[in-house]
């Protein structure tokens, strides 16, 4: 992160694990974002102690409500980050909210599996149609055409337990439905880069690896 420099960033799902580490990381940089902005379900809950002490120390952290199921749920938080930024624009979207769940093939159900699809991959899907955009500040000193998270960009937090050609650890665990939304995740991210390369917004996908 020490190359990155963006004045705004929302990180989903950053009350614990992987999104937690991101806020951490982003407010330890050097030159920190101007405003990080941290969502989950519920921020006043006791799984959002750390999130919540975080933002007492650091007044460009704004903890933000946000269901990524919930259309109505991202159309509030995308005003509450608006009126934040003052028409700024957001410039790095980090869709890392996600849940799992131990099924294998004899075990998944309809409902475990519209659920994990919908958080995984519809979440995504809708946050991002609320796009970043580029920050005319960092435009300015940061020339040229080429796709940055500096500039706009959307990270999607996939796994290699997705991947169709090398289905990671199968024979430790199936997890059918991660699999099967986090595959889906990455075509997602696929149409995101083709139809968004027009507005200049980087999309990608990553695999951050076994983490706690």
């Given at each position: 992160?020490?190359?990155?420099r963006?004045?705004?960033?929302?990180?989903?799902?950053?009350n614990?694990?992987?999104?937690?580490?991101?806020?951490r990381?982003?407010?330890?940089?050097p030159d920190?974002?101007?405003?990080?902005?941290?969502?989950c379900?519920d921020?006043?809950?006791?799984r959002a102690?750390?999130?919540?002490n975080?933002?007492?120390?650091?007044?460009?952290l704004?903890?933000?409500?946000?269901?990524?199921t919930?259309?109505a749920?991202?159309?509030?938080?995308?005003?509450?980050?608006?009126?934040q930024?003052?028409?700024?624009g957001?410039n790095l979207?980090i869709?890392?909210?996600g849940?799992?769940?131990?099924?294998?093939?004899e075990?998944?159900?309809?409902?475990?599996?519209t659920r994990i699809y919908t958080?995984?991959?519809?979440?995504?899907?809708?946050v991002?149609?609320?796009?970043?955009?580029?920050?005319?500040?960092?435009?300015?000193?940061?020339p040229?055409?080429?796709?940055?998270?500096?500039k706009?960009?959307?990270?999607?937090?996939?796994?290699?337990a997705?991947?169709?050609?090398?289905?990671f650890?199968w024979e430790?665990?199936q997890v059918v439905s991660?699999?099967c939304?986090?595959?889906?995740l990455?075509?997602?991210t696929?149409c995101?880069?083709l139809?968004?390369r027009e507005h200049?917004?980087?999309?990608?996908?990553?695999?951050?690896?076994?983490v706690q």
């Amino acid at each position: 992160m020490a190359e990155l420099r963006v004045c705004s960033v929302l990180v989903t799902g950053a009350n614990r694990g992987i999104g937690l580490g991101f806020v951490r990381n982003l407010l330890a940089m050097p030159d920190p974002p101007k405003w990080v902005f941290a969502t989950c379900r519920d921020p006043k809950g006791q799984r959002a102690q750390e999130l919540q002490n975080l933002a007492s120390k650091h007044p460009n952290l704004v903890i933000v409500p946000l269901d990524v199921t919930d259309p109505a749920s991202i159309k509030v938080a995308a005003a509450r980050v608006e009126e934040q930024l003052k028409g700024s624009g957001l410039n790095l979207l980090i869709n890392n909210a996600g849940i799992g769940k131990l099924n294998t093939l004899e075990t998944e159900t309809l409902e475990d599996m519209t659920r994990i699809y919908t958080t995984n991959t519809v979440g995504p899907l809708l946050v991002g149609q609320v796009r970043p955009s580029h920050d005319t500040e960092l435009q300015q000193s940061s020339p040229g055409s080429a796709l940055s998270c500096s500039k706009a960009a959307i990270v999607n937090i996939s796994s290699s337990a997705g991947s169709i050609a090398s289905p990671f650890v199968w024979e430790l665990m199936q997890v059918v439905s991660y699999r099967c939304s986090k595959a889906a995740l990455n075509m997602l991210t696929k149409c995101q880069s083709l139809g968004y390369r027009e507005h200049g917004i980087l999309c990608v996908a990553l695999h951050p690896g076994g983490v706690q």
